[in-house]
């Protein structure tokens, strides 16, 4: 399959930690990334590999993955947080892109 | 600093086409790989299209092979996406992102694609 499935929304208290995950076949072969994305602006790279993140990131994001499950933890999610968040990887073929359904992050 | 600016978008007939560009700065583009990523209103991302650093290696998404065509100029510091046979579906923003293995680690603000009669 080269389909990515996130949960649609979660909700974290401010200040508290939340994990999203993305599950897909392909996961067991590639390494996924991680994308957020907030109302109007073009996505932001915030987690990729095995768990890197990019300069200006703050180190609350942290990635994992195992087996077919990718996930990215906000540890004391913050207001700015807020946002929709995105995983991508690689179909199973290794030649296309794929990202998953992407999840609505609410910081309460 | 790294620029990925996107143009060509517009409004397009059904069954018309349209040349999308991304004018990149701040980086060999020579050395990059590239994508194109798109937005339909209100949805999720899209992978789209896929070119190495030299053009050798290309690869489309299955819902647009055949009709899309990706490309660039090295020389010109540009990337290119041809749309032809647009359909309603094809109604997006689409983001030009720079490629380093599994990370598109830069992204462009994108141009409007509006494929309507």
């Known amino acids: 399959s080269s389909e990515l499935t996130q949960d649609p929304a979660v909700s974290v208290a401010l200040g508290q930690t939340v994990r999203i995950t993305c599950q897909g076949d392909?996961?067991?072969?590639?390494?996924a990334s991680w994308y957020q994305q907030k109302p109007g602006q073009a996505p932001v790279l915030v987690i990729y590999g095995k768990n890197n993140r990019p300069s200006g990131i703050p180190d609350r994001f942290s990635g994992s993955s195992s087996g077919n499950t990718a996930s990215l933890t906000i540890t004391g999610a913050q207001a700015e947080d807020e946002a929709d968040y995105y995983c991508?990887?690689?179909?199973?073929?290794?030649?296309?892109?794929?990202f998953g359904t992407g999840t609505k992050v609410t910081v309460l | 600093e790294v620029q990925l600016v996107e143009s060509g978008g517009g409004l397009v007939q059904p069954g018309g086409s349209l040349r999308l560009s991304c004018a990149a700065s701040g980086f060999t583009f020579s050395s990059y790989e590239m994508n194109w990523v798109r937005q339909a209103p209100g949805k999720g991302l899209e992978w789209v299209s896929y070119i190495s650093s030299s053009g050798s290696t290309i690869y489309y998404a299955d819902s647009v092979k055949g009709r899309f065509t990706i490309s660039r100029d090295n020389a010109k510091n540009s990337l290119y996406l041809q749309m032809n046979s647009l359909r309603a579906e094809d109604t997006a923003v689409y983001y030009c992102a720079r490629a380093q293995g599994i990370k598109l680690g830069y992204w462009g603000q994108g141009t409007l694609v509006t494929v309507s009669s």
């Open positions: 991508n990887s690689r179909d199973s073929s290794g030649n296309h892109g794929v």
């Open positions: 392909s996961l067991r072969s590639y390494y």
